[in-house]
């Protein structure tokens, strides 16, 4: 249990700080991550853009696919198993639900940057995670685990 919390958190992370670097560090430059309405204000942009990777593959932009990729290998990686990752990848794309329900305004940004029904985002989201994470799961296991 503690490798797939561990793996679903440091997922999540990784998937913002790739995301952050990518579309928001030319404009903000480095965080304070002392204070909080930094990381309130990163979360803000990033969480949205996060969940809706279809609807931004469909407009030729594949950063959160690619953030949601690496993160995942990274956290497959970690829990070392199929099931893991299956509940890894729920609990991130859970995370950031929870993250967009949480502020008004991210949610706002969400529905603007859809393209799609929200439902395939998120299947999208979780696939994206999910694949990922199953590679490097599948690297790192070993014969007992399989």
């Known amino acids: 249990m503690k490798r797939t919390i561990i793996g679903a958190l440091l997922t999540f992370i990784l998937a913002c700080v790739i995301m952050y670097f990518e579309k928001f560090y030319q404009t ?3 965080p304070n991550l002392s204070d909080i309405s930094t990381l309130q204000s990163i979360a803000e942009k990033a969480a949205p853009l996060l969940l809706t990777p279809f609807s931004q593959f469909m407009n030729e932009e594949y950063t959160s696919i690619i953030a949601w990729g690496v993160a995942g290998f990274a956290g497959g990686a970690i829990a070392k198993s199929y ?3 299956l509940i890894l990848s729920l609990i991130n794309i859970g995370l950031a639900i929870l993250i967009i329900l949480a502020m008004p305004t991210a949610l706002n940004a969400m529905y603007s ?3 799609v029904p929200t439902e395939y985002d998120w ?5 994206a995670v999910l694949i990922a994470a199953l590679v ?3 690297l790192t296991m070993s ?3 399989e």
Do not use: C, D, N, Q
């Open 28 to 30: 903000m430059g480095l």
């Open 83 to 85: 099931a893991r990752t």
């Open 113 to 115: 940057i859809s393209t």
């Open 123 to 127: 299947g999208f989201a979780v696939a």
């Open 136 to 138: 490097g799961s599948s």
């Open 143 to 145: 014969e007992e685990e």
